[in-house]
């Protein structure tokens, strides 16, 4: 890559680097399900992925989100969900998302979300059920404006399930959409035949975005 790999912490190694996640994604590149496009990014089997890189800066220090994303992206397909179905960090044009399982009108079912660390999970449960759907309308990705870019997520999808995800954590829920968000803790990701009913039979599709208008209301 041309430049120099930053110090790894004995905190990164601690609790950003688990064994289990970094086991999965190890399995994804030997099943094909992922693979290196250069010295830092990589691929899934969504071929309208936007580019993800592995590491960030000069000197490079590792994304460690990614980490935890790849492993989680190689678990759904691992519970049998189809892989046209499962989209992997998408463009910016549908939304940004870290992973979203969709069906064959790109509505999303599930949407999954990223974090280095469990404790940036906690940020989100809090946060996200305060934004109502007029106060995401318009939101730009800055740092501190994670939960009200994930609000705009859901009030855009209408995801009924979300899936938060970081090193060693998944935490799954159903949300609820009434005048906020409610997110009610669920214990069992729910099985492919529960979400594609007669199976999936088109190509990967586009995710589906709800009217600015719809969202707001």
Same mark, same amino acid.
């Given at each position: 890559?041309?430049r120099?790999?930053g110090?790894?912490?004995?905190?990164?190694?601690?609790?950003?680097?688990?064994?289990?996640?970094?086991?999965s994604?190890?399995?994804?590149?030997?099943?094909?399900?992922?693979?290196?496009?250069?010295?830092?990014?990589?691929?899934?089997?969504?071929?309208?992925?936007?580019?993800?890189?592995?590491?960030?800066?000069? +000197?490079?220090?590792?994304?460690? *989100?990614?980490? %935890?994303?790849? &492993?989680?992206?190689?678990? /759904?397909l !691992? #519970? @049998?969900?189809?892989?046209?179905?499962?989209?992997?960090?998408?463009?910016d044009?549908?939304?940004?998302?870290?992973?979203?399982?969709?069906?064959?009108?790109?509505?999303?079912?599930?949407?999954?979300v990223?974090r280095?660390?469990?404790?940036?999970?906690?940020?989100l449960e809090?946060?996200?059920?305060?934004?109502?759907g007029?106060?995401?309308?318009?939101?730009?990705?800055?740092?501190?404006?994670? +939960?009200?870019?994930?609000?705009? *997520?859901?009030? %855009?999808?209408? &995801?009924?399930y979300?899936? /938060?995800? !970081? #090193? @060693?954590?998944?935490?799954?829920?159903?949300?609820k959409?009434?005048r906020?968000?409610?997110?009610?803790?669920?214990?069992?990701?729910?099985m492919?035949?529960?979400?594609?009913p007669?199976?999936f039979?088109?190509?990967?599709?586009?995710?589906?975005?709800?009217?600015?208008?719809?969202?707001?209301?």
């Open positions: 890559m041309g120099e790999l110090e790894i912490s004995d905190r990164d190694r601690a609790v950003r680097l688990v064994e289990a996640d970094a086991k994604v190890e399995q994804g590149f030997g099943q094909g399900l992922l693979s290196m496009e250069s010295a830092s990014r990589v691929r899934s089997l969504d071929p309208m992925q936007a580019t993800t890189w592995l590491v960030e800066g000069d +000197p490079a220090q590792p994304r460690w *989100q990614s980490l %935890a994303q790849l &492993a989680a992206y190689v678990e /759904l !691992a #519970a @049998g969900y189809p892989e046209a179905a499962v989209r992997f960090a998408t463009p044009g549908e939304l940004g998302l870290d992973l979203a399982v969709v069906n064959d009108e790109g509505q999303v079912l599930l949407l999954g990223a280095a660390e469990s404790l940036e999970l906690a940020r809090a946060l996200v059920p305060t934004f109502d007029e106060s995401v309308r318009s939101v730009h990705i800055v740092p501190g404006r994670e +939960p009200q870019l994930l609000a705009r *997520q859901l009030w %855009a999808t209408r &995801a009924p979300l899936w /938060l995800v !970081a #090193a @060693g954590a998944r935490r799954l829920y159903r949300v959409y009434g906020t968000i409610k997110l009610l803790p669920a214990r069992v990701m729910p492919p035949e529960d979400l594609w007669v199976g039979n088109g190509p990967t599709p586009r995710v589906a975005v709800v009217a600015p208008e719809a969202v707001a209301g």
